[in-house]
C-alpha cells in the first residue's frame, strides 16, 4: 500500500492520539517495571490502599461535578465562563479534599490499621493528582488534542523521573513514590492552567465570580445532575477499590500487594486504551448531543458505542493469552506469578469500560438518576463476594472471580437502566468479527515455551502489531455508525 495513501485516508487527529499514546504506552511499561523493583509486595499494598483512599474523594465528590462541566464546555465557551468555572471548580476540590482529610484522621485515630498514612501526601494527591487531568481534558474537549496528549506524556514522565529519584534519595517507600507523582502534577496544573487561559481569551474573574452568578433555580439543576453520580461514584469505589480495605484487614498488605500488581497492569492497559478512544471519540459525541434532538442523541450514543465496544472487546482477548508474557517483561521477577490476576483483570476491566460506555447515555439524557442502580447493585455483590472470599483458604482464586461476578452485574444493570432512556442498538455482527479475527492469539496455548525477555518481547511485539492492525480495521468498519 501506498504510505501517502495510508497517511491521507487515516485521520489526522486519530494519529496525533495513536502515537502519542504509544509513548505514553511506553512510559507506563518503564513506571511498572521500576516501581515492583524498588518496592517490596508489602509497600506496593501500602501505596494501593492509599490510592485507594484518594480516589474515594476523587471519584464521589470531584467527578461529578467535572463531569458537568464536561458536559456544557461546548455551551459555556461562547459564553466566555469556562476560565471561572475552573477556578471556582479548584477551591471546591481543595476544600472537600480537607475536608476529608479532618475526616481521615479522626478514622485512623479511632481505628487501627496496620499502615502509616502520610495525611499530607493523599490531601495532595486528591487535589493535584486529579486536578491536572481535568484541567487536561478540558483542553481536549475544546479540540486542542495535540496538547492534551504532549501535556499528558510530560506529565507521566516528569512524574516517573522525581518518583525514582525520591525514592532513590529518601528510601523506597510508597510515600516517596507517590511524592513524585504529586509534584509533577502540581507542576503541570499551572501549566495547563496558563495554556487554557491561552485558548480561551477571557478574563478571570477570581473565585468568588460564579459563586455571585449561582441562582436558586441553577444550583438546583447542578445538584440535580451531580448528586446521582456522586451516589453512583461512591458505590463506584466501593466495587474497583473500596475491596482493597478488606483484604488488606482479612488476609495482609502483602497479599493486596501482589493482587493490586497484577490487576494494575490490566488496568494500566485497560486505560490506556479506553483513554484513546475517549479522548478522541469524547469531544466529537459532546459536541454531537450539544442541543440536539433525541434521535441526533440516539445516533449519537450509538454511534460511540460501536466504535468502542469492539475495540475493548478484542484487547480483553488479546490480555487473556498474552497475560503470561505481558506480566514478565513489564514487572521484576519476584511478581511474576500474578500473571493470573491480570487474566482475570482484563475481563473485569472490561465489564468496567463497557458500563461506563453505556453510562455515557444519563450524562447526553440530563438524567443521572438511571446511573446510581447499576453501581450500587455491583459494588454490593462484590463487597459480598469479595469478603466471604477473603475467609477461604483458596482466596487467591475466589477473590478475582468475586470481582469479576461483579463487574458483569454492573454492566448488565446498567446496559437496562440505559436502554429505559435510550433504546439504543448494538451491533452483535462487530463484536462477533472482534472474536474472529482475535482467534490467532489462540495458537500461543499449542507451544510450550521457555520464556526469556527478548523472547516474551517478541512474542508480544508479534501480536501486538497484529492487535493494532485488527483494531484499525474494526475502527474502519465502525465508522458506518455516524461521523469519525
Known amino acids: 500500500m501506498d504510505i501517502k ?56 465528590f470531584f467527578n461529578p461535578v467535572g463531569s458537568y462541566i464536561y458536559r456544557h464546555v461546548n455551551s459555556w465557551k461562547k459564553d466566555k465562563i469556562i476560565l471561572n468555572t475552573v477556578g471556582y471548580f479548584f477551591i471546591f476540590v481543595v476544600l472537600f479534599s480537607a475536608i476529608g482529610l479532618a475526616i481521615l484522621s479522626c478514622l485512623l485515630y479511632f481505628n487501627k490499621i496496620s499502615i ?21 481534558y478540558v483542553l481536549n474537549i475544546l479540540h486542542s488534542r495535540s496538547i492534551f496528549t504532549v501535556y499528558t506524556i510530560l506529565t507521566s514522565l516528569v512524574a516517573l523521573c522525581l518518583s ?28 495547563s492552567f496558563i495554556t487554557l487561559k491561552k485558548k480561551l481569551e477571557e478574563n478571570f474573574h477570581g473565585f468568588l465570580y460564579n459563586l455571585k452568578k449561582v441562582t436558586k433555580i441553577k ?66 459525541y459532546y459536541k454531537q448531543i450539544t442541543n440536539a434532538t433525541i434521535q441526533e442523541r ?76 447499576p453501581y450500587i447493585i455491583g459494588s454490593l455483590v462484590t463487597v459480598f463476594l469479595v469478603y466471604f472470599s477473603s475467609l477461604k483458604v483458596d482466596y487467591e482464586f475466589y477473590l478475582p472471580i468475586a470481582l469479576l461476578i461483579g463487574g458483569i452485574f454492573t454492566m448488565i444493570v446498567m446496559y437496562i437502566s440505559m436502554k429505559k432512556l435510550i433504546d439504543f442498538k448494538i451491533d452483535f ?37 497484529y492487535f493494532l492492525g485488527t483494531i484499525y480495521f474494526i475502527y474502519k468498519k465502525g465508522l458506518s455508525y455516524g461521523n469519525s
Open 219 to 284: 444550583l438546583k439543576s447542578i445538584l440535580v445532575f451531580i448528586l446521582p453520580l456522586s451516589v453512583a461514584t461512591l458505590f463506584m469505589w466501593l466495587q474497583n477499590s473500596g475491596y482493597r480495605i478488606l483484604i488488606e484487614q482479612n488476609i495482609g498488605l502483602e497479599f493486596l500487594g501482589f493482587l493490586g500488581v497484577g490487576l494494575a497492569i490490566s488496568g494500566q492497559i485497560a486505560s490506556i486504551i479506553e483513554s484513546i478512544v475517549m479522548q478522541y471519540f469524547h469531544p466529537i
Open 116 to 136: 502509616e498514612y502520610s495525611l499530607m501526601i493523599i490531601f495532595l494527591y486528591n487535589i493535584f493528582v486529579f486536578f491536572n487531568p481535568y484541567l487536561l
Open 298 to 373: 440516539k445516533k449519537a450514543i450509538e454511534s460511540f458505542i460501536n466504535k468502542a465496544l469492539p475495540i475493548y472487546f478484542m484487547l480483553a482477548i488479546f490480555l487473556t493469552f498474552l497475560a503470561k508474557y505481558v506480566v514478565e517483561i513489564l514487572v521484576d521477577e519476584k511478581y511474576y506469578g500474578v500473571y493470573i490476576f491480570t487474566t482475570f483483570g482484563i475481563w473485569i476491566e472490561f465489564f468496567r469500560m463497557s458500563s461506563n460506555l453505556f453510562g455515557n447515555i444519563s450524562q447526553s439524557e440530563m438524567n443521572t438518576k438511571k446511573f446510581m442502580a
Open 164 to 191: 525514582y529519584i525520591f525514592i532513590r534519595i529518601f528510601g523506597n517507600t510508597a510515600n516517596n513514590w507517590l511524592a513524585g507523582i504529586i509534584f509533577a502534577n502540581i507542576t503541570f496544573t499551572f501549566i
Open 429 to 465: 455482527r462487530l463484536i462477533f468479527l472482534s472474536f474472529l479475527i482475535s482467534v490467532p492469539y489462540i495458537s500461543i496455548y499449542f507451544f510450550n515455551f521457555q520464556t526469556n525477555l527478548l523472547f516474551n518481547l517478541l512474542i508480544v511485539g508479534s501480536f501486538g502489531l
Open 5 to 60: 495513501l495510508f497517511l491521507k485516508n487515516f485521520d489526522k487527529d486519530f494519529l496525533i492520539v495513536f502515537f502519542g499514546k504509544i509513548i505514553q504506552v511506553l512510559i507506563v511499561l518503564i513506571t511498572i517495571k521500576v516501581v515492583t523493583i524498588y518496592l517490596e509486595p508489602k509497600e506496593m499494598g501500602n501505596m494501593y490502599l492509599m490510592i485507594a483512599i484518594c480516589s474515594l474523594f476523587m471519584l464521589s
